[in-house]
């Protein structure tokens, strides 16, 4: 119960006062109405229950105070008039609920999304991407609603309260037998509660899962149907979906079990109280009448109470999910302690570098220079630590021992947002958006234009092939560029980088799917920016060793000088 009232009261971007003090007034409205309608009844039948029930005296007295008579008028006024305005401001509460449901699921993914942007490299290399992606698409949606079921089950415990408390100015006795009748229906049925609840977490767990998983499979659906493993993969799916399968019925069966056996147990208890009442108390017409209504809407609001609440538990994991991931991502924050804007006039230097993702060390007291407006070329077996070491220089890890300095100052002193804006960095595993190749190229960035893409893709050796497109720069790429060649991305992928005209350049195998003429055209080009640019290239391929400044060899965790630069002569 606790977490539905804090999804309700907590939920950022919603104004629970405003809800409550219009749902509070309805309520008062609506207790108003209620509490005239005994003495309205007894006027028109006239039986006579004004001697018996003290509700009619504390009506005359409360229109004594304000002046008016307790004639069928004022009371009929009162009766509809209580009504009226308790429906029109639980409208608008619930008009204002409707916004805040919209809020609270945007809320929620702009929050998400934001954290993300901004979390440690680290985090995302143990983080399934279907479970961001299952977080941003379902859970979301899951959690407005969530937001409107608590904000439904407040409305409901309102309602019981109210009639609570008319019931009791009705008669104590009333209030009371209604109170313990529901509350024991309620008790009794609040299996079916917990069988939800269980019900909704599974199925958010299993949905989770099962994104997870497809997502995935469809990231490796080339070999899985190349290897006529798809549908032997597909029975990897059957054992979730026969879970979410079991959750769903459960929750279904559990709503429904809950909704008609209270129906009927009310519905039995109220005919028994009827029963007693006619057959063994002198109970006046009007006051019967309004008594049974009150039992009746007593019970059934504690079981309206309860069916509200079973909802919102169902609902309530989404919710819970989604902000665990938005806190993960928060505490996963990337630090940027530095304030130094870097130029990049003399060149980066590992000084003395130590570095461990877990257990044993990938780089151990390596020392190298990487001069200003040169190529330096890093090669290494696989598995040498050669990305590791420009993840290093990205910042996106930080050494254990050692540093990092860029124009003889150290990286964590630097703005690692400045740092980045200077980089232009092409990844082993480079995936292409499916957009254009002109928003492949820009990145979204408005300082590049159609121009600068253009020039980019020449340097990359890129722009003939783009040219020869039916729609140019306006070409979509596909699904990770999937309709695009292995090395017509590697080349998009670099004119991305170069795009930005970046000082640092950094290229991880950047072009170990070109064959060998393409790869050297694109060896020249890289050699004539070299003069104004710092590169540095992860490659075992001869084209670049050839014209590198500077080569080393990485290799069981050190680093060796293998080429230098005084023994180079760039060619004319
Ligand atoms: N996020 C990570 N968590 C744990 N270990 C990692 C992580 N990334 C890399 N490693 C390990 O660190 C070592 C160096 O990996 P790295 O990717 O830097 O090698 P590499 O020289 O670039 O290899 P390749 O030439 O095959 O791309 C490898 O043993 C790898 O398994």
Known sequence: MIGILRIFYGAEGTRPGLVLTCLLLAGIFEGIGLASLLPLLSL????????????????????????????????????VGGIVLKCLLTMAAMFYVGYAVAEVATGLRAQ????????????????????????????????????????????????????????????????????????????????????????????????SELVIYLSDALSNIKPLKAMAKAGKFANLFDRKIGQLRRALRRQIVSQYALKNLEEMLVAMAVGVGFFVAISNWNVPVSQLLVMGALL?????????????????????????????????AEVAREPNPGSTVPTLEQGCRFQDVSFAHVGDKVLDRVTLDIPARGLTVI???????????????????????????????ALSEIDLQAWRDIIGYVPQDL????????????????????????????????????????????????????????????????????A??????????????????????????????????????ITHREAWTEIAERTYRLDGGSIELVKDGRDFKRPA
């Open 379 to 409: 090669t290494g077996s696989s598995g040498s630590g050669k990305t590791t070491l420009t993840d290093l220089l990205l910042g996106l890890y930080q050494p254990l021992e050692g540093r990092i300095l860029v124009d003889g100052i």
């Open 44 to 79: 028109a039948i006239n039986d006579g229950a004004g001697a018996t029930s003290p509700i009619i005296g504390y009506v005359d007295t409360a229109l004594g105070w304000v002046g008016l008579e307790p004639g069928l008028g004022v009371l009929l006024l009162l009766v």
């Open 431 to 498: 995936i292409l958006f499916h957009d254009t190749i002109l928003a492949n190229v820009t990145l979204g960035d408005p300082r590049i234009g159609e121009e600068e893409a253009k020039q980019a893709l020449q340097a990359a050796g890129a722009l003939d092939f783009v040219e020869a497109q039916p729609e140019g720069l306006q070409s979509i790429v596909g699904e990770k560029g999937a309709k695009l060649s292995g090395g017509q991305r590697q080349r998009i992928a670099l004119a991305r980088a170069l």
């Open 500 to 537: 930005g005209k970046p000082k640092l350049l950094i290229l991880d195998e950047v072009t170990s799917a070109l064959d060998p003429r393409t790869e050297r055209d694109i060896c020249r080009n890289i050699d004539a920016l070299s003069r104004d640019m710092t590169v540095l290239a």
């Open 112 to 207: 998400l999304i934001t954290r993300l942007l901004n979390v440690r490299w680290g985090y995302f290399t143990h983080q399934p991407v279907g479970r961001i992606a299952n977080a941003i698409s379902v859970d979301a949606t899951r959690s407005g609603h969530a937001y409107l079921m608590a904000a439904n089950f407040q409305v409901n415990i309102i309602q019981t309260v109210v009639y609570s408390l008319i019931a009791a100015l009705v008669s104590w006795q009333l209030a009371l037998a209604a109170l313990a009748l529901g509350g024991t229906i309620a008790l009794s049925l609040h299996v079916l509660v917990r069988v939800s609840k269980k019900a909704g977490r599974r199925q958010t767990e299993r949905t």
């Open 296 to 328: 009746f809407q007593t019970v059934s609001s504690v079981g309206k109470m309860q069916r509200q609440f079973q909802k919102a538990v169902l609902l309530e994991s989404p919710y819970w999910s989604m902000r665990k991931l938005i806190d993960e």
